[in-house]
């Protein structure tokens, strides 16, 4: 919605559409908001506009990491299967020389993979919370902040992909985390 008005042409020739994916999720927002569609629905399309380059990152690997593949679902939640097709729509509709049928087979390919881990993952049962953020502050002494929930994440991510499976375990993650983020202080 927004790629018109960030059309341009750099040095190289190259037509580039910078900003396009925020700025259309901003109009996308805007224009739901003037139809009068619900909230759940405006956050769910402005989602996927402004999620839908994402795949991208994916693509750059000829076989992403189990890792890569995680974060983006988790990135994508709670819309990653739509994501999936639209990154497939978006791709299908670009056309030209530097499109191959060899980056199509890939993108399809990719994007098959995906679609059946995002339904996979919708089905599995929760995993159990090793540890909270009440757990984590009283143990080493964190306070309420963005980095608390950052070693949620990576602690629930290290879990999801079978690395950790106790809390002890977790503690040990909060702890190499917490001495990363103390040296870069």
Same mark, same amino acid.
């Given at each position: ?6 059309? /341009? ?29 619900? %909230?759940? %629905? !405006? ?55 530097? %499109? ?18 995002? /339904? ?13 953020? !009440? ?6 002494? *964190?306070?309420?902040?963005?980095? *608390? ?31 990363? !983020?103390?040296?870069?202080?």
């Amino acid at each position: 919605v927004a790629k018109p008005g960030c059309r /341009f042409t750099d040095d190289d020739d190259q037509v580039r559409f910078f900003e396009h994916d925020r700025l259309g999720a901003e109009r996308t927002g805007d224009i739901l908001t003037r139809f009068k569609v619900s %909230v759940e %629905v !405006n956050r769910a399309v402005s989602q996927l506009v402004r999620r839908h380059r994402r795949f991208e990152s994916l693509l750059q690997e000829e076989s992403p990491s189990e890792r890569a593949r995680l974060r983006y679902l988790r990135a994508t939640e709670p819309f990653s299967q739509e994501q999936v097709l639209l990154s497939v729509c978006d791709r299908l509709s670009v056309r030209g020389v530097r %499109v191959t049928e060899a980056d199509l087979e890939h993108h399809l390919g990719l994007a098959s993979g995906m679609m059946a881990r995002a /339904f996979a993952r919708d089905e599995a049962a929760p995993l159990p919370r090793l540890i909270d953020g !009440n757990e984590l502050m009283a143990e080493l002494g *964190l306070t309420p902040s963005p980095f *608390l929930g950052q070693v949620l994440d990576r602690i629930a991510e290290e879990q999801e992909l079978g690395l950790i499976s106790t809390r002890e375990q977790a503690l040990e993650l909060a702890r190499g985390l917490e001495g990363d !983020n103390s040296d870069q202080t």
